[in-house]
């Protein structure tokens, strides 16, 4: 799933993973994922285009394994790399693509109502990391 190799959609493979408890696991198994989503995500932030994702490919697959976005994205916002700016334009680009934003579910079986997290994080973002136009279409979805 890291190396994309899989023919297995990676939201199925994090929706199947949260539902095979995978928090309950040995101490060793659930170490190990930890540590696989963490070296996941910094190294998707590092660099752009990356050979292990794009940024809005890794935050689905990790949000929903570990149950929410608040610590991707608070790593996301601390990163202030060109490349995670440049995979933060993306994303944004992806989740307002035919209005996805106003409610963005991740996973196969849509496990994690992404939403809710996402838009007020985008909204709190330094000023500059989103450019105008896209930070205008955010406000307005957030704001009705």
């Known amino acids: 799933m890291v190396d994309g190799t899989l023919s297995v959609s990676h939201g199925w493979i994090a929706s199947w993973l949260l539902r095979a408890r995978w928090r309950e696991w040995p101490a060793a198994e659930r170490d190990a994922l930890d540590a696989v989503w963490s070296a996941w995500w910094t190294a998707v932030l590092d660099a752009y285009p990356g050979e292990v994702g794009s940024a809005s490919y890794v935050l689905e697959t990790i949000a929903v394994a570990t149950g929410g976005l608040a610590p991707w994205l608070d790593e996301w916002a601390r990163t202030r790399t060109e490349a995670a700016d440049r995979h933060l334009d993306d994303a944004v680009d992806d989740c307002l693509f035919e209005g996805r934003l106003t409610d963005l579910r991740f996973g196969?079986?849509?496990?994690?109502?992404?939403?809710?997290?996402?838009?007020?994080?985008?909204?709190?973002?330094?000023?500059?990391?989103?450019?105008?136009?896209?930070?205008?279409?955010?406000?307005?979805?957030?704001?009705?």
């Open 108 to 144: 196969f079986l849509d496990d994690v109502h992404a939403t809710p997290e996402l838009l007020p994080w985008l909204l709190s973002l330094e000023g500059g990391r989103i450019g105008a136009e896209p930070l205008e279409l955010i406000e307005i979805i957030a704001h009705g």
